[in-house]
C-alpha cells in the first residue's frame, strides 16, 4: 500500500508499505479521503518539529470504510463506513473532571501519532463513529472539521434570532457560520481575503470585509444598535482580537476558537463595562461528532462548496506546495485510492 510521510523540511515522500492486521482493540481502515487541515500546513512548515516524531504519516480529517476487525471488537464490521474522532485520551486522570476531549495528557492522533495520510489505517475501535450507509465519503471527510464548529456553537450557547458575528471566514470561520445560521441566528462573517469573501457570498452570507468598512457600525446597524450576542474569533490575527470587544453588544460571548500562541493584547476593560463573557473551546465532544454526522447524512448545508480540490494521494507533496502558494482555498481532500 501507498503511505505518505513528512519528512521534515517541507517535504513529504510516498512509500510503500505492508497492510498489517489490527491489534486486539483495532481495526483497519481502507481509507478514502482525507482533508488537508491548517494544522497539516503548520506541520508542513515545521511549525510542530518538537511535537512530530517524524519521518510520519500525518493527517486527522478522514473518511473511510472498515476493512478488517482485531481481537475483542464487537461493534464494526468489515464494509462499514467510519470516521475517526482523532482524541487518544487513555491516559486520562479524575483531575481532569471527565472532560476527556482536553485532557491533560491528550494525544492528537495525527499530530502525535501516526495519522490518516496513507492507503489502510490500523486505529484503536473507540475513537471511530459509524455512518449510514449512504452517507457520501467526501463529505464526510469534513467531519472533523465540522465538529470544530458544532462544538463551538455548542460552547456559545447560541440561540435562534440571537446575531453572531464570525470573525475569519476560513474553513473553520465557514462551517461555524454555517452551524450559527442552521440554530436560526443571524450571521454576519468579517473576512479580508478577497476570494473566501467571494466564497462566503456565494454561500449565502452576509459577509463584510473590515479593512474597507466599519465592522462594528455594521452589526449595530443590523441589531437596532445592540452589536453581537456571540463573537467567534476564528481568524486568530490581533485586529480580531481588538474588535471583537467592540462588536460584542451587552453580556456579549465571546468563544476563542482561533489557537494564540502567544500572549496578545486584549482589552479587558470591555469585559468589565459591557458584562462580556469569554468562553474557551477546543476540539470536539462525542455529541459534537454526532451532531455532525447527522449535518453531513442530511446533506442541506452547502458542504459541497467547501471542497475546493480533490487530488490523488500521491500527489500530496504539490499539495502542500500549491496551498502555500494560494492559500484561499476551502478544503482540499486527497483520494487515498489514488
Ligand atoms: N479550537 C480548536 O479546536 C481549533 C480547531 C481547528 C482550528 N482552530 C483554529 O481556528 C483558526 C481558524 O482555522 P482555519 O483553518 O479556518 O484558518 P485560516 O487561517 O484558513 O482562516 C482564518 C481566516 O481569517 C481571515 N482573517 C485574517 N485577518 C482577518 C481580520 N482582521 N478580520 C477578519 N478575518 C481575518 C483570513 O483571511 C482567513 O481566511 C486557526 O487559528 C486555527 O488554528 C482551532
Ligand atoms: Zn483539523
Redesign the pocket.
Known amino acids: 500500500m501507498k503511505a505518505t510521510q513528512y519528512q521534515g523540511n517541507k517535504t513529504f515522500s510516498v512509500i510503500e508499505k505492508e497492510i498489517t492486521p489490527p491489534a486486539k482493540g483495532e481495526v483497519r481502515i481502507k481509507v478514502a479521503y482525507v482533508g488537508v ?3 497539516d500546513v503548520h506541520i508542513y512548515h515545521g511549525m510542530m518539529d518538537k511535537r512530530v516524531n517524524f519521518p510520519e504519516t500525518i493527517g486527522h480529517e478522514m473518511s473511510g470504510v472498515v476493512d478488517a476487525i482485531g481481537e475483542g471488537v464487537t461493534n464494526y464490521s468489515e464494509g462499514d463506513k467510519v470516521v475517526v474522532r482523532p482524541l487518544d485520551d487513555r491516559l486520562v486522570k479524575d483531575s481532569d473532571k471527565g472532560y476527556n476531549h482536553i485532557c491533560e495528557n491528550l494525544k492528537f492522533i495525527g499530530i502525535d501519532s501516526e495519522g490518516a495520510m496513507q492507503q489502510y489505517w490500523n486505529v484503536p475501535a473507540f475513537v471511530l463513529h459509524k455512518l449510514k450507509p449512504e452517507t457520501d465519503l467526501k463529505l464526510a471527510a469534513l467531519i472533523e ?1 465540522l465538529s ?1 464548529a458544532t462544538h463551538d456553537v455548542r460552547r456559545s450557547g447560541l440561540t435562534k434570532g440571537e446575531t453572531a458575528v464570525v ?7 465557514m462551517l461555524v457560520a454555517m452551524v450559527a445560521k442552521q440554530v436560526g441566528a443571524q450571521v454576519i462573517i ?4 478577497p476570494t ?1 469573501i467571494q466564497k462566503a457570498k456565494t454561500l449565502g452570507f452576509d459577509v463584510i470585509n ?1 479593512i474597507e468598512e466599519d465592522l462594528v457600525k455594521y452589526v449595530k446597524s443590523k441589531t437596532d444598535n445592540k452589536a453581537a450576542d456571540v463573537v467567534f474569533e ?4 490581533q ?2 482580537l481588538d474588535v471583537m470587544c467592540e462588536v460584542a453588544g451587552i453580556r456579549g460571548r465571546i468563544v476563542m ?3 494564540h500562541g502567544e500572549k496578545k493584547p486584549v482589552d479587558l476593560f470591555k469585559f468589565f463595562w459591557k458584562e462580556l463573557s469569554l468562553i474557551g ?3 470536539y465532544e462525542k455529541e459534537d461528532y454526532e451532531q455532525s454526522i447527522e449535518l453531513i447524512t442530511a446533506n442541506e448545508l452547502p458542504f459541497e462548496e467547501m471542497i475546493t480540490d480533490i487530488q490523488p494521494l500521491s500527489n500530496i507533496q504539490e499539495v502542500f506546495e500549491s496551498i502555500d502558494k494560494n ?1 484561499s482555498g476551502m478544503k482540499v481532500l486527497m483520494d487515498c485510492s489514488l
Open positions: 487541515c491548517g494544522t472539521p470544530v470573525l475569519g471566514g476560513g474553513p473553520i470561520g468579517s473576512e479580508v481575503n473566501r473590515p476564528v481568524a486568530g490575527v485586529p480580531a476558537v482561533a489557537i473551546a477546543r476540539v492559500p
